[in-house]
């Protein structure tokens, strides 16, 4: 019933910008207190966290790599989160995915995954 989707990947330049959003449906207004996740995965590597929002609108940033790059926020009326990333880095190319988890820790129970945004840095 919980659904995610992904939306404003695509190609851009090394040391540009661009801003993901992840629209949420299916939840309820005690859904709305669940953690929301952004992960990773480039070409080859293992899928990596990213950064996550719970209860506290503080996000985690999971990555040492965005942290100073990156910026998630959220609005729970609207149901979507968004990451923000400024100067980008070819390293930084991958598949991204929001999800829904329980809490924002590496014990976290995932509830639902979106499809994914394809993020293409050129250097």
């Known amino acids: 019933e919980v659904q995610l989707v992904e939306s404003g990947g695509g190609l851009v330049q090394a040391g540009t910008s661009l801003t993901l959003a992840c629209v949420a449906s299916?939840?309820?207004?005690?859904?709305?207190?669940?953690?929301i996740g952004w992960f990773r995965q480039g070409t080859g590597k293992e899928r990596e966290g990213v950064s996550c929002?719970?209860?506290?609108?503080?996000?985690?940033y999971l990555s040492e790599s965005v942290k100073g790059r990156f910026t998630m926020s959220r609005d729970n009326r609207k149901k979507m989160v968004y990451l923000q990333m400024n100067n980008l880095k070819a390293e930084d190319t991958g598949t991204y995915h929001c999800?829904?988890?329980?809490?924002?820790?590496?014990?976290?129970?995932?509830?639902?995954w979106g499809e994914g945004a394809r993020v293409t840095v050129s250097s």
């Open positions: 999800a829904t988890q329980n809490m924002c820790s590496a014990s976290a129970l995932f509830l639902a």
């Open positions: 299916g939840f309820t207004f005690s859904d709305d207190d669940y953690g």
């Open positions: 929002m719970g209860s506290s609108r503080t996000p985690t």
